[in-house]
């Protein structure tokens, strides 16, 4: 959400943050709705200061005998509260309209965020490790089948396209990497372990910036109410109420500081879950329909940070090593890419990705996002913090990045550990979560 003072102050720096994420001028539909919404207020601040002025008169009036006077400031007052009616529905009309065109309106990237339409305009920052090339590499699905762990045809007849059924040695593997990462991530990096729910209300999701403008993309709940007949009736709850299924645990975790005041002395926040994601994937018809790239349903270890505005720079830093980290320690050869600002997510100020190599594309594909979003969510959920003593409040500052999304590391190791026969080597930071396994063979 942004701050609509400032906009009024300095348009021109608004205008052109938006510019460089492709949006034409936007404050002066802005100023103009606001001045509407302001001269609305106005006009109902005087007649409301009218109504009172006559209605003291009016017992003045009554006081003095003076009838004619009296039945006269009724009129008035009558008329003045007719004013204040109308006045007081432009004012609703004009003031939702602001909210909502604001609310559509992204976060303004940090100036120095490269400029950019897609992830063409991103700038790589750093690799770490050697790609592994291979000549014959299989993808993650094929050694997925190969090892008996990996069943899409079985998760397509119960729940259609996009979901995997992982089984075996291939499940443990699974939850061995999220068990690790989890734990390096509280046990080394300082974060704090919760387990959030997996179900939250629309106002959440408007905190952290998926709705209003990205509702397709969510799982939305509906009521089954039971009818007299024994059948069941779906409906949609009402506006405000309604309930959805989590995209990612930084709904989860951000919204916990909403509507609160934090003090200072307490940040940051440093907050981590390991949660099941659902995404509709609304927006991605026919790219990475084989495997579990893009998956209706997955696992990730999430990362939030919530500190104050002078804190967020550093913690974003801390928060794409915290995930850097993980990979390094798999052993999983990756780059750091600085997003520009085509290519950014709608709460993002600026955003760091971390590209893990898969041998079987022979390329670098997303892992993580971190992301510092400034104070662009916390107006969105009135979070605030506060130095003890003092009355003034100011909005903190949040951030979130995966720490790692746990089926795309499940493809990484995978490939990256198979040998020419179909068998894959587990990375020695998995082999205590595994049991001591150390390799995963194929099936007969």
């Keep these: 959400m942004h701050d609509i003072k400032a906009i009024r102050d300095n348009p021109t720096a608004y205008d052109s943050g938006w510019a460089s994420s492709g949006l034409p001028p936007q404050t002066p539909a802005i100023l103009a709705l606001d001045q509407r919404l302001r001269a609305a207020q106005t006009a109902v601040q005087t007649a409301q200061s009218g109504r009172n002025d006559a209605s003291k008169q009016i017992g003045q009036a009554k006081a003095q005998k003076d009838e004619a006077r009296a039945a006269e400031l009724m009129a008035q007052v009558e008329s003045l509260k007719a004013e204040m009616a109308a006045a007081g529905e432009t004012e609703a009309a004009v003031g939702k309209e602001l909210r909502d065109l604001l609310a559509a309106l992204p976060n303004i990237p940090e100036p120095h965020v490269p400029v950019g339409e897609d992830e063409a305009g991103n700038i790589e920052l750093g690799r770490f490790g050697e790609p592994r090339r291979m000549n014959n590499a299989r993808d993650h699905v094929d050694l997925g089948a190969g090892l008996g762990g990996m069943d ?20 443990r593997l699974e939850r061995a990497i ?69 995209p990612t645990a930084e709904v989860s975790l951000t919204n916990l500081v909403r509507e609160q005041i934090t003090a200072e002395e307490e940040l940051p926040l440093r907050l981590t879950a390991l949660t099941h994601c659902f995404r509709s994937e609304a927006g991605s018809a026919g790219r990475d329909t084989r495997g579990m790239i893009r998956q209706h349903q997955f696992q990730k270890v999430e990362l939030v940070a919530i500190t104050t505005p002078e804190q967020s720079a550093d913690e974003h830093d801390r928060m794409i090593a915290s995930a850097q980290m993980v990979l390094e320690r798999l052993g999983l050869a990756y780059r750091t890419m600085l997003l520009c600002t085509g290519d950014m997510g709608f709460s993002a100020r600026k955003s760091i990705d971390l590209e893990v190599w898969l041998p079987s594309q022979a390329t670098f594909r997303e892992i993580s996002s971190i992301s510092n979003c400034g104070d662009f969510q916390a107006r969105r959920m009135d979070a605030r913090c506060q130095k003890r003593g003092e009355k003034g409040t100011r909005f903190m500052h949040t951030l979130n990045g995966s720490g790692l999304a746990v089926g795309r590391t499940l493809v990484a190791v995978l490939e990256n550990y198979q040998d020419e026969g179909g068998r894959v080597a587990i990375p020695d930071v998995l082999v205590p979560y595994m049991g001591g396994v150390t390799h995963l063979e194929p099936t007969a």
């Design 152 to 171: 899409f045809e079985a998760a397509a007849r119960m729940s259609g396209s996009r979901f995997v059924v992982l089984k075996s040695g291939v499940a």
């Design 178 to 246: 999220g068990q690790f990462m989890l734990d390096l991530q509280t046990m080394e990096n300082g974060y704090l372990e919760v387990s959030p729910p997996l179900v939250v209300r629309s106002h959440a999701m408007f905190g952290t910036g998926q709705l209003p403008k990205f509702e397709h993309d969510l799982f939305k709940l509906t009521l089954s109410l039971p009818q007299t007949d024994g059948s069941y009736l779906s409906m949609v709850p009402p506006e405000g109420s309604a309930q959805y299924l989590i």
